[in-house]
């Protein structure tokens, strides 16, 4: 079966980067990609003062605008990219349902996001959020200005590990990332004293060394068989005290992607996002994957 990339495009900046990002990515997997316009045309009503129905233009410039957008993207795109197999669509439909009913058999799914003002960029940051929070596949989120940073020389990929659930999955996709690219891996695990260690330990800064030693023995031990499985990425591991999220952002500044995870499943109310997944959507400089995992 064909790989595919389906790309969510609404004629923004960061929809087009998106679609640029994700044309590179198809090109350097042997993969198709599939944009994705989903769009609700509501034809206006005209009223006129007199009271005398008059019939709707034929042509609506948004309709009109709507239609055009997926087509000539795929044809700009197929130019700038000779070889690359482009389809492109218009869906009646709420853009949460589009998107995510288009990419249940893909690859992964990419979304332009306006990056330090938080995920938005395709419509709005609800949205976009909501999107991510359902994803069964990868989900890669493109601000504007994403071909300038990966032109400007060698970045790393940097991935965001949760050590209570290092999944397979996330793991994998940092390193196949790595490799493809010919990049370093980074890996940040961020980590917290426990509660029985209580004010006293957060105090102790023979404590904090020592746990600090341990954790980063742990990383290595979960990193090593990946090491193996991927002999030609430099996968370095840094423990650090605290949440993730900052040091993910400040990663950020000089990666070419930051991969973090999010786990299927469902709160009181309704999907969840953890706070480190929120906190690199709102803030990252780089293209941001985040992949869902049990």
Do not use: C
């Amino acid at each position: 079966m064909s790989r595919t990339i389906v790309v969510g495009l609404d004629g923004s900046p960061e929809s087009r980067a998106a679609a640029e990002w994700a044309a590179r990515e198809a090109r350097r997997t042997d993969a198709q990609l599939h944009l994705v316009h989903a769009w609700l045309w509501h034809p206006y009503v005209y009223g006129p003062l007199a009271g005398v129905s008059v019939p709707a233009p034929s042509e609506d410039p948004e309709r009109a605008w709507a239609e055009r957008l997926p087509r000539e993207t795929a044809a700009e795109l197929a130019a700038e990219h000779p070889g690359l197999t482009v389809t492109a669509e218009r869906v009646a439909e709420q853009p949460v349902t589009a998107l995510s009913a288009a990419a249940k058999d893909a690859e992964l799914l990419v979304l332009g996001s306006k990056g330090l003002s938080g995920v938005a960029g395709f419509l709005t940051g609800s949205v976009a959020q909501a999107v991510v929070a359902r994803s069964r596949v990868p989900v890669v989120l493109v601000r504007a200005g994403a071909r300038a940073a990966e032109a400007s020389g060698h970045r790393d990929v940097v991935l965001g590990l949760d050590l209570e659930h290092p999944d397979a999955s996330v793991l994998g996709f940092a390193f196949r990332a790595a490799a493809a690219t010919a990049a370093d891996l980074h890996v940040v695990h961020g980590w917290s004293l426990p509660p029985y260690y209580g004010w006293t330990g957060a105090t102790d800064a023979g404590v904090n060394t020592e746990l600090l030693a341990e954790a980063q023995q742990r990383l290595t031990d979960v990193l090593n068989p990946w090491r193996e499985k991927f002999p030609g990425v430099e996968a370095r591991g840094q423990a650090v005290i605290g949440g993730a999220g900052p040091h993910l952002v400040e990663a950020s500044r000089n990666a070419s992607l930051v991969v973090v995870g999010r786990r299927n499943r469902q709160t009181l109310v309704g999907t969840h996002i953890g706070p480190v997944t929120q906190a690199v959507l709102h803030h990252s400089a780089a293209p941001v994957a985040v992949v869902p995992h049990d």
